[in-house]
């Protein structure tokens, strides 16, 4: 037997329906505020990444499916969706047209991380691009939509944390001021942060390791290291969260684990999930399109994880749709089972029919090993009468319908 590949994942009817709920409700939800789907190749030369992710991130130096073509190409799996939606922007032109300014996607990515309940090494998300808009309402309105899906979904408790990151005016001087308070008290810290402390201060907020974090709770804050414009971008994101109820909390450590991120960056938690990763997250990346060779336009997006959000995922009320099994005995009755079968379908009702012959026992048992609610029997007496014996297995209880009639009748009980 060969076994799937370590940290994938098959998935199947039950769990399926999970996410058949999610991305019907995302694009529903997306259509509604203007967005339309992009599907990018799951792979993209390396480069992108190093030059969009950054090879300092833990993504680019650690966690890549880097492999080269059979020409020599170095190619890469997308790690994260962004950069190649970006990619595209700029190779097709797409921020020429205005109708291509709200982007959604929804499809597998791939990381080489310890696999862990709820986190795969091929995982999938959703997300969305919001580009050209430069505004706090920008910011407002993506997170809405992040917050509105988690509410049409039915999951009730969602925690939205927000922050800035500033921007390449005044990041660098709170970078020199982290440092500086940080490297006094390195010996606190774990390995990591103090190799981060070199190379990426800012990624330090970002350690779990739980010794780092009295050291980290202590740390300067970026909210008071903004410049003025940045200041007043986050005030007045904040405001329109306010005013149209969406709530939230400030959380001045959070600084996301992507290097293209500035000002605005959001994460949604949900206590459901127990452990402290987010649901969704995201932010404002406005220099990432001119570094791919774009027009430097302001842009703006999340990404959700569709392994965690499916976990946590309601069943939702939906109506159990009509399952029937059609039960012919007597090889000359399959093809008007068939016939049968055709008229069903075509009025909406999911029907089940073998081709191999059974007796009238053996139909039933199968019937019951498919778990189905009705078994409708074509045997000779029916075909003559033109009526249909229906039979509710849960019950036992027993009609005689014309094939309208039965339709109907599957159609209002089930
Ligand atoms: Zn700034
Ligand atoms: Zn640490």
Known sequence: MINGVKGTQDLYFPEIKAWHRIEAAARELFALYGYSEIRTPVMEHTELFVRSVGDETDIVSKEMYTFQDKKGRSLTLRPEYTAGVMRSVVENRLHDSARHSRLYYIGPQFRYERPQKGRYRQFHQIGIEALGDASPGCDFECITIGRELMRRLGIAQVEVRINSVGCPRCRPAYTEKLREALAGRSG??????????????????????????????????????????????????????????????????????????????????????????????????????????????????????????ALITPAGEEKREPEVYIAWMGGELYKPALRIASKLREKGVPVIIDGEERSVKNSMKRADRLNVKFAVIVGEDEIKAERLTVKNLESGEQFAFGVEEAASFFMSNS
């Open 188 to 309: 606190e810290l774990c390995q990591d942060c103090r190799r981060r402390l070199e190379t990426n201060p800012l990624r330090v907020l970002d350690c779990k390791v739980p010794s780092c974090q009295p050291v980290l709770t202590e740390a300067p804050k970026i909210s008071e290291c903004l410049c003025d414009e940045c200041a007043a971008h986050f005030e007045e994101v904040k405001n329109l969260l306010s005013e149209f109820e969406v709530p939230f909390v400030p959380w001045p450590r959070l600084v996301r684990g992507l290097d293209y991120y500035k000002k605005t960056v959001f994460e949604m938690i949900s206590p459901l999930l127990g452990a402290q990763d987010a649901l969704l997250g995201g932010g404002r990346y406005d220099g990432l399109l001119g570094q791919l060779g774009g027009p430097a336009l302001p842009s703006f997006g999340w990404a959700l994880g569709l392994e965690r959000l």
